[in-house]
């Protein structure tokens, strides 16, 4: 069974950068798509940027474009999600997505 682990949260200022990190055990991930979401206190699970399982299609939520890259490295099984320019909105749980199998989230809290 497919286990998916987050890590690189952390507190950072506004402008600041954090890199995520998605590792699957128990699997492959290189026949999926993978996706990240993230979830804000009160608010609706979204998502916020997913790859294809070639890596030549990625897709951004409107609200990270510009901000964010995703990418994936097949040899150590692995996901990314650099986020750079971080603003306080970006405050969220974040969770990564491969097909019916979600991680336990990371948390990303951008304050001053």
Request: some cysteine; glycine content about 14%; hydrophobic content about 30%.
């Amino acid at each position: 069974q497919l286990q998916l682990v987050e890590s690189g949260g952390g507190l950072v200022q506004p402008g600041g950068s954090l890199r995520l990190s998605c590792a699957a055990s128990g699997g492959t991930l290189a026949y999926h798509t993978i996706g990240w979401f993230r979830q804000a206190p009160g608010k609706e699970r979204e998502g916020v940027s997913c790859i294809s399982s070639s890596g030549g299609t990625t897709n951004y939520a409107d609200s990270v474009k510009g901000r964010f890259t995703i990418s994936r490295d097949s040899a150590k099984n692995t996901v990314y999600l650099q986020m750079n320019n971080l603003k306080p909105e970006d405050t969220a749980v974040y969770y990564c997505n491969a097909i019916q199998y979600w991680g336990q989230g990371t948390q990303v809290t951008v304050s001053s």
